[in-house]
């Protein structure tokens, strides 16, 4: 029982957390609210108020936005980990990210008047298409792969991958355009993707909540978990298509952002212990945490540009991937 | 004897493919020139025009091409070697990202170019020296010193830095100069002059001289650490001297070629596929794979558009990746 009081303290003062980001980040930015603002934007809105209307038209989606992302691709990223059972795997080290935006590259050369629900199903699909190729190697081989190993190889992949997409858009004379997409950030998610793209993420959010005790047996070896009368490759199966669904649409919505599925389930595994089935609640929550908070400095810090809030998850994410490497990890 | 036989054998015939190669990229391009006519400018005669497009362009850029491809197969092997790992590469050691991020902020800073185009190979090699001096201290502990899967990922890590970086002078850039600067982080063979080569020459010639000389080195670390110490080599000091003037090889060759990765991947696991262990073969072997695939690039790259040159780092890692996964498939970690 002692954990489990533990695991409802940690994760209820997460969730104080993140509600506190979120009124900070809904009252923040290039123009500050007074609370009332805030209040009246949210249960007596005004559409006359510009003030309200920013809040409620720009900010709100971006910070839900923000706050699903977050989860999204922690929740990968602890699931990845999981099915490779490796401590370094990340939808951003493993070359997903990269497929996704050689797919949008295409779909931005070929098809220039799609809409972003149809371009996100391109992000997926590239997704889909780069796990199947990371993971379908390392499968192929007998031994288990090494944790340098699965991050050099994914290293490769998102060169090979990342090379085509730049080469096809020097040819086509994309310029920039691309470039603003690949760190463009969380600023242009709206209302129609949230309505269009949130219930897919929340989905594949709650499948994963509902996967916590299969993955649990995943630490098991294959035999053991076979002679408890679980299939396996349903497991994994399963777990994978979430993985494509949650990192696809991420990368579609905000960009490459590597890290957050590194850093967020070792804290979470660190706060509560390995139980899946706390690990995985704390990681959603953290995840929306790391987002919210990396956003709202990417806001506040040189108003009102906006930096790329890809980089403020990389001055987190590579001080933490370099304590990983240099923790005398035997499997690493 | 039949295993010298077989190096000499695949020496001459990779020779030979350059050879072509390199006559077929002289072909290619804007203005056509045959082979006749190139005679004809090797004899004496020949337009003007004709000599100032095949002596002042083509031929610089088909030998940095040769160089380079020779130089970073090299790099690749010695770092393949003394850190025991297949899938290892100069680019994973922070080298392109690092040389990348310098060339880019030199871009976005410095708005006269043409009279600073010697600065940007200058800037590009600072960078990469810089990451990998960073590289190497985060690797390091105190008890250990630097473990090879300690320092591959440290570069792993701070490549990404590096590029998240980038992005923030990405949004700075005019249209021309971002053109220039992905152009260059693709790998696109700029420094297409006869200074160029002198520049690069003796870094080539002494760095390489260097690995060469300490091919004997390298073969006790196939052997394993123990081995290799109870043989009396000094394990740690001969690793960093080895890895340091492979950086410094790659680095230099990246700084005129641009970020082109997959060459130090692919070609030392091929030499030793087909050469076996002996490290002086195998780096021969490897080093001439390394031109030939290069100049392979470059010359396909011209070939499959004439309007844009595709950048030859695209042509590069499109042939190497496939052979990447299966060394990935067959390696056994």
Known sequence: MNSRVRFTIQLSIEIIILCILLLLSIRYGANKNSNDTVMNAIFNYQSSNLDQQIIRQIRIPRVIGAALIGSALACSGALMQCVTKNPMADSGLLGINSGAALMLTMSFIFFPKLSTQQTTIFSVFGAALASILVFGLSSMKKAQLSPTILVLAGMAISAFFTALSEGLALISQLKQDLAFWHFGGISAVNWNQLIHLGPWVIGGLLVALLLTPNLNLLNLSDDSIQSLGKNINIIRSITLICVVILSGISVALVGAVAFVGLIIPHIAKFLVGADYRQVMPMTLILGANLTLCADLIARTINPPNETPFGIIISLVGVPFFIYLARKDNQRI | ?333
């Open chain 2, 1 to 333: 004897m039949i295993k010298k036989a077989k190096l000499t054998t695949w020496i001459i015939t990779l020779t030979i493919t350059i050879i072509i190669l390199a006559i077929i990229n002289l072909n290619t391009g804007q203005m056509k020139v045959t082979p006749a006519e190139i005679w004809q400018l090797i004899t004496g005669s020949g337009t003007y025009a004709q000599s100032v497009v095949i002596f002042d362009f083509r031929m610089p850029r088909i030998i940095i091409a040769i160089l380079v491809g020779f130089a970073l197969a090299i790099a690749g092997d010695v770092i393949q070697t003394t850190t025991q790992n297949p899938m290892a590469d100069t680019s994973f050691l922070g080298i392109n990202a690092g040389a990348g991020l310098a060339v880019m902020i030199f871009i976005a800073f410095i708005k006269n170019q043409d009279a600073n185009l010697f600065m940007l190979p200058v800037m590009a090699l600072l960078g990469a020296l810089i990451s990998t001096v960073t590289v190497f201290f985060f690797a390091y502990k105190k008890d250990t010193g630097i473990t090879a899967n300690r320092l591959l990922l440290t570069g792993v890590a701070l490549s990404g830095c590096f590029s998240s970086v980038m992005v923030l002078f990405t949004l700075k850039l005019s249209p021309e100069n971002y053109q220039f600067v992905m152009n260059w982080l693709t790998g696109s063979i700029w420094g297409t002059s006869w200074s160029f080569i002198l520049i690069f020459l003796p870094w080539f010639i002494i760095f390489t001289t260097i690995i060469f000389s300490k091919s004997k080195v390298l073969d006790t670390f196939n052997l394993g650490d123990e081995v290799a110490q109870s043989l009396g080599i000094s394990l740690h000091r001969e690793r960093i001297i080895l890895i340091g003037a492979a950086v410094i090889l790659a680095g230099v060759s990246v700084s005129i070629s641009g970020g082109i990765g997959f060459i130090g991947l692919i070609t030392p696991n091929l030499a030793k596929r087909i050469i076996g262990f002996k490290s002086n073969k195998r780096m021969l072997l490897s080093g001439t794979l390394g031109s030939c695939l290069l100049i392979a690039s470059d010359t396909l790259g011209k070939c499959l558009s004439t309007t844009t040159e595709i950048p030859v780092g695209v042509i590069v890692a499109i042939i190497g990746a496939p052979y990447f996964f299966y060394i990935l498939i067959k390696s056994n970690s």
